[in-house]
């Protein structure tokens, strides 16, 4: 299970976040240029650090991408000081840009077999999987595809989930819920805008909203059974079910998509 999630942390790291980054014009002039060129910098270490047994340099390999995360934070907080008034789609945009840094944080824990704040170190690779995908890809959705509820539901959700790791199932089971209607407004969005577009991009925008479906049903469900009785897969499964499907199926396929719509 920890080979596919490693797996799936690497895709976010090196394909989808670098990706997504080049879909924000508003945080550089040349933002293609400046987008991929520096976060590879951070992004490798980071990546190779998952592979490498924990210990001194995955930790310092881990620490170099964790500072990688907090210059999206500062391209946030510039974004932010320059346009002085916050939107929702500006709500979902410095959730995406600011959920990597929580992901990195677990990965140095994690690397340094340190169960920050009492999570243990399986908890602590889910979570850096989680903010990379429910994460920035799910907010950067909400940003370039959806408005109002849509947007504001995906990073609403994101947040309410992250308190419920320290407040309880309960908590984490309506963020849940909430993100979880959030993704799904996402998904009717993306569909109503594959009607638009050239056939490439209508699939892939399509397979990007359509696997929300049954992935975000699968969340539900393992959120549910953690607070009354009533069955979830199993956590080996929802790694290769919701996990998988989510990385692949809703966000590189999404962001590939915007990139074709974005270069016509």
């Known amino acids: 299970m920890i080979v596919l999630v490693h797996a799936v942390v690497s895709l976010g790291m090196l394909i989808v976040v670098p990706l997504g980054l080049t879909l924000l014009p508003t945080l550089g002039r040349h933002p293609l240029t400046i987008s991929t060129r520096w976060w590879f910098a951070f992004a490798v270490p980071g990546a190779v650090a998952l592979w490498l047994p924990r210990g001194a340099v995955s930790i310092v390999l881990a620490s170099v991408y964790f500072v990688g995360t907090l210059v999206l934070i500062a391209l946030a907080a510039r974004h932010f000081f320059h346009a002085r008034t916050v939107s929702t789609r500006q709500v979902a945009l410095y959730t995406a840009l600011a959920t990597p840094s929580i992901a990195a944080l ?8 340190y ?18 995908f429910a994460g920035f ?38 963020g849940a819920v909430v993100l979880t209607t959030g993704m799904w407004l996402v998904g009717w969005n993306l569909w109503k805008r594959s009607q638009r577009v050239d056939r490439t991009t209508a699939i892939l925008l399509t397979v990007s909203g359509s696997v929300l479906v049954l992935t975000m049903l699968l969340a539900i469900s393992w959120a549910l059974g953690h607070v009354v009785d ?12 919701h996990g998988v499907a989510n990385a692949v199926g809703f966000a590189l ?12």
């Open 106 to 113: 677990a990965l140095v824990a994690e690397r340094s077999s």
């Open 115 to 132: 169960e920050l704040f009492g999570f243990n170190l399986t908890v602590l690779s889910l979570t850096v999987a989680h903010f990379h």
């Open 137 to 174: 890809a799910a907010a950067l959705m909400a940003y370039l595809a959806a408005d109002g509820l849509a947007a504001v539901s995906v990073p609403l959700g994101t947040a309410i989930v992250l308190l419920g790791f320290f407040l309880g199932d309960p908590v984490e089971l309506v």
């Open 230 to 241: 009533t069955p979830y897969l199993p956590l080996e499964w929802m790694v290769a079910t």
């Open 253 to 264: 396929c999404g962001v590939l998509a915007m990139r074709r719509e974005g270069a016509r």
